[in-house]
């Protein structure tokens, strides 16, 4: 039976710093604040916002939001990054996408500053992750799946990795960050041929491919550690991967939960960018 890669412990170690930092910078005067951009009132949005709002409040850091109509207009929602940007008490913000198709999303990622992107959406975040600097911030996501290895103690130097998926918000910043831990990366993709015999050649495996149970036994081998990035709703109803739990469980060596794994971890990070975004922009001024 394969170990249960618990997003609890991680958070909790997490949560740890993420309070200690918080408290040094209000012994200055700072408190660290996330500026939420959402246009319309989508249910996942608002989930994701609430789940959010609670982790921030949890680890003291204060919560601005900036709320548009469905219907909004382009310019209102670029004055809108405009006043985020300028506004010196918001350190980091998450802007909920997709927006509506009335709107140009290249535009508003673009005019978002790189120094306040707390989960990777500007070009200059991306150049962040892709040449190692830090310059903004990876993806949430992505990084999640990286303080789980961490925690874990899962040592990536020269370890195998597949990453099944080459989204931007997941797949491809995985990958570099992998890089950065010195694994041995490769991606896998719809046009890949033979996925399971490539996701075997893994020690480390990452599933980011939104699709419910869509990687199961004949991917995986034992001495495995897989990452299930996937939250879909399965046939039962219930909440699954895009791993094959049950497969994986059986046969690998280490796997992370859906749910109450990756995503529960997604939340804290955000939070943790946030800070650190504070930090930094302390130190500058």
Avoid: W
């Avoid at 207009?73 to 008490?89: A, F, G, K, Y």
């Amino acid at each position: 039976m394969a170990k249960i890669l618990k997003g609890t412990e991680v958070n909790a170690a997490l949560g740890e710093k993420i309070k200690a930092s918080v408290d040094t910078l209000k012994e200055q005067g700072i408190v660290p604040t996330l500026g939420i951009i959402r246009v319309g009132e989508r249910p996942d949005d608002l989930s994701y916002e609430k789940g959010a709002s609670k982790r921030c409040e949890k680890y003291g850091v204060a919560v601005k939001r900036y709320l548009l109509p469905a219907d909004c207009t382009q310019e209102q929602l670029m004055h809108t990054i405009e006043e985020v940007n300028r506004d010196s008490s918001v350190h980091g913000v998450l802007m909920f996408r997709p927006l509506p198709k009335s709107l140009d999303e290249e535009a508003a990622c673009g005019a978002l500053d790189p120094e306040k992107d707390i989960d990777g959406i500007t070009i200059g975040s991306l150049a962040g992750v892709f040449t190692s600097r830090k310059i903004g911030f990876p993806p949430c996501t992505a990084q999640a799946c990286m303080e789980i290895l961490d925690y874990y103690g899962v040592n990536c130097r020269g370890k195998k990795a597949v990453v099944i998926g080459r989204s931007l918000v997941v797949g491809k910043p995985a990958a570099m960050m992998l890089l950065d831990r010195n694994a041995t990366v490769t991606v896998c993709h719809s046009k890949t041929v033979d996925i399971p015999a490539i996701a075997r050649e893994a020690d480390i495996l990452i599933v980011a491919i939104g699709r419910p149970k869509a990687v199961g036994g004949s991917c995986f081998r034992e001495g495995q550690t897989v990452i299930d990035v996937g939250i879909n709703v399965g046939e039962d109803g219930k909440l699954c991967g895009d791993a094959n739990f049950e497969d994986a469980e059986r046969i690998v060596d280490a796997v992370t939960p859906v749910p109450g794994g990756v995503g529960s971890v997604t939340t804290t990070v955000l939070v943790q960018h946030v800070v650190e975004a504070a930090e930094r922009q302390t130190q500058k001024h």
